[in-house]
Antibody, heavy 118, light 106 residues
Framework: QVQLKESGPGLVQPSQTLSLTCTVS????????VSWVRQPPGKGLEWMGV???????AYNSLLKSRLSISRDISKSQVFLKMNSLQTEDTATYYC????????????WGQGVMVTVSS | DIKMTQSPSSLSASLGERVTISCRAS??????LSWYQKKEDGSVKLLIY???RLQPGAPSRFSGSGSGKDYSLTISGLESEDIATYYC????????FGSGTKLEIK
């Protein structure tokens, strides 16, 4: 049974770094890519970046300077780190299994709401 | 980046009605188009991939079509459980989403 679950702090102060973990089960990170997608309140979905099965990454150009995605295969975990957070980064953050050569996300986590506020 | 223009932004329809949502890409996306359903509880589900392929587990009343820049999602016979927001998404890197269509029951 494929599952993804995000975890991390619900509140982050402005200018600080956000660290989120996506713990997956039912598949291997060496067989499927994993992407991060976020949705600010009242706005649409925004793709943030992907870690490919081989371990390389690709990022949304708007976030590239602040964003890092990594993984621990042995723990079936994917990590997101984004620095210099601002209030505009308040959003629900999702990890999703990215299963085709052209991005398509067949399983999603439940999402974690992150608020950036002092 | 490829821009996805989705319409309408909201839609009110009766139970049993046929509903169509449209999505236009800013360039040819060669059928790399997926549709998602997002419920109020935040859960997201893939309905259609590669324009018209039904994701296993998705109800057969959902169908997709299109080519080139223009794509659509059709619900044949709206059911109460279909109340959600629907998003299209193109598959080239970086993947981009439409702005969403909020579907309500009339």
């Amino acid at each position: 049974q494929v599952q993804l679950k995000e975890s991390g702090p619900g509140l982050v102060q402005p200018s600080q770094t956000l660290s989120l973990t996506c713990t997956v089960s039912g598949f291997s990170l060496t067989s499927y890519h994993v992407s991060w997608v976020r949705q600010p309140p009242g706005k649409g979905l925004e793709w943030m970046g992907v870690i490919w099965t081989g371990g390389s990454t690709a990022y949304n150009s708007l976030l590239k300077s602040r964003l890092s995605i990594s993984r621990d295969i042995s723990k079936s975990q994917v990590f997101l780190k984004m620095n210099s957070l601002q209030t505009e980064d308040t959003a629900t953050y999702y990890c999703a299994r990215d299963w085709t050569a052209a991005h398509s996300f067949d399983y999603w986590g439940q999402g974690v709401m992150v608020t950036v506020s002092s | 980046d490829i821009k996805m223009t989705q319409s309408p932004s909201s839609l009110s329809a009766s139970l049993g009605e046929r509903v169509t949502i449209s999505c236009r890409a800013s360039e040819n996306i060669n059928n790399y188009l997926s549709w998602y359903q997002k419920k109020e509880d935040g859960s997201v589900k893939l309905l259609i991939y590669h324009t018209s392929r039904l994701q296993p587990g998705a109800p057969s009343r959902f169908s997709g079509s299109g080519s080139g820049k223009d794509y659509s999602l059709t619900i044949s016979g709206l059911e109460s459980e279909d109340i959600a927001t629907y998003y299209c998404q193109q598959g080239y890197t970086p993947p981009t989403f439409g702005s969403g269509t909020k579907l309500e029951i009339k």
